[in-house]
Structures are given as structure tokens and as C-alpha cells.
């Protein structure tokens, strides 16, 4: 299992926080790396999404499959966790939570245990390509946020 935390204090409510997190279908203005999200099927307990990867040639040729669908869960404001139901990775559990520290200032915790299934090389070229899309994942969160809180014309 490979382990990837980011943490950061941003200046947002966790509402506003959780509310651009939830809002699945634009995980792609969060994560530069998924091409789309799509919801697949929804009702009171969870949400699946499935999200289609930009993922290089080095890797493409050795998945079966460059989507993976997610389980999404929630505490609203709180937590968010995503458990892969099927897709390239072998396994995939994200963990996103919310902890306010001051008001207008929360502190955000990104967790992903992943496992890919794979011969050392690929997923070592795999561990690269995750560990570079979600290298920035707060700041594209932040300002996801900020566009979102930006008036429509």
C-alpha cells in the first residue's frame, strides 16, 4: 500500500471546503490528472463517480482500464471518503476532512492509500504520476474555491 498526505490551512469555511470536495463531476478543476467525473449512481448513503485519467503512454499500455469508480461517503463538513469500487488500481481509499481552526480558516487533510496491482516498474511509474497530480492538490482546491465564490456574469 503507498500512502500520500497532503495537509494546509486555507482561508475557507469547511462548508466551502466540503462543498467543492463534494462536488464530484469537478474533480477535474482539483485534480489535473482525471480528464472527467461522471456520477454513475447516487442516493441517501453514497454517491459512485467514476473518473477518467489523463494518464501518459508509459503507463496506459500496462492498465486494462484508465477509470477507476469510486464510493463516496460523507459527514457533511466534515469528512469525505472515497473507496474504489473497480477501476485501474487494485485498490484506491481517499480520505479528505475539514477541521475548522479559526473562523474563515480551515485546516484540510488529503489521505489516499492506494495499491496498483502491479510489476515494481509500473507501479513505481504509477506512484510518479500520483505523486505528481496530487503534488499541488490544495492550491487547485483553493482556488476552485475562490472561482466558485466568483459572481456569475
Do not use: C
Not at 68 to 97: E, F, N, Y
Request: charged fraction near 25%; proline fraction near 7%; glycine fraction near 4%.
Amino acid at each position: 500500500m503507498v500512502k500520500v498526505v497532503k495537509e494546509a490551512d486555507l482561508p475557507f469555511s469547511p462548508k466551502e471546503l466540503f462543498n467543492a470536495v463534494a462536488d464530484y463531476v469537478h474533480f477535474p478543476d482539483i485534480f489535473p490528472s482525471i480528464r472527467s467525473a461522471k456520477i454513475v449512481k447516487q442516493d441517501a448513503a453514497a454517491t459512485d463517480v467514476e473518473m477518467a485519467f489523463k494518464v501518459p503512454p508509459a503507463i496506459s499500455a500496462f492498465l486494462s482500464s484508465t477509470s477507476q469508480t469510486v464510493r463516496a461517503t460523507s459527514t457533511p463538513d466534515s469528512d469525505i471518503k472515497l473507496h474504489s469500487i473497480g477501476g485501474a488500481l487494485k485498490s484506491m481509499d481517499i480520505h479528505w476532512t475539514f477541521n475548522e481552526v479559526a473562523p474563515g480558516k480551515t485546516h484540510v487533510t488529503f489521505e489516499m492509500d492506494y495499491e496498483t496491482g502491479m510489476n515494481a516498474a509500473v507501479s513505481g511509474t504509477v506512484k510518479i504520476f500520483i505523486g505528481r497530480s496530487t503534488k499541488d492538490i490544495m492550491d487547485n482546491l483553493s482556488e476552485h474555491v475562490k472561482a466558485s465564490q466568483k459572481p456569475k456574469p
